[in-house]
């Protein structure tokens, strides 16, 4: 595979900019019901900690009330170091130089040596490894697992 091929192959197969595109499925409209702070209070006793809607829903319905998902919460630690991070890897401009290499590696102004091209495949690797990381970072799931 050349090298141009594959800084082609990583933007088309990016599974991040796919799913930015994908429509978003429409929420039902939701029902709205009334009740006296006496009830209210009635039922958050009886749902024990979980979301109240979806207890009342499990109560109509008939079914097992769903669990919370809780997001990650980050440690001002984790937020400080992964905004420097970030800041780093912005100033770094490591996306437009990629793009400069891969331009010339298309006009065929750079000369792809066996070693260049190891590499530019070291650096494309790192690459994918940083983006990973930094999307596992922010609560995003590693692409190809659910």
């Known amino acids: ?7 082609n192959s990583v ?33 958050a006793v009886e749902a024990a900690g979980a979301p109240l809607g979806a207890y009342i829903k499990a109560r109509v319905l008939g079914t097992v009330p769903v669990e919370r998902k809780r997001r990650k919460v980050l440690t001002i630690k984790d937020r400080e170091a992964l905004a ?33 091209e190891a590499d530019l495949r070291a650096a494309l690797a790192d690459v994918r490894e940083l983006r990973r990381l930094l999307l596992t970072a922010l609560g995003f799931r590693p692409e190809g697992r659910s």
Request: proline share 5%.
């Open 1 to 7: 595979m050349s090298v141009s091929s594959t800084f």
């Open 11 to 43: 933007g088309s197969s990016s599974s991040y900019t796919e799913s930015a595109r994908k429509p978003k499925h429409k929420r039902s409209a939701p029902f709205s019901i009334r009740l006296s702070p006496e009830e209210r209070a009635r039922l």
């Open 84 to 116: 420097q991070a970030l800041a780093l890897l912005g100033r770094s401009h490591l996306s437009s130089n990629l793009n400069q290499l891969a331009y010339a590696a298309n006009i065929g102004s750079l000369l792809v040596t066996p070693e260049t």
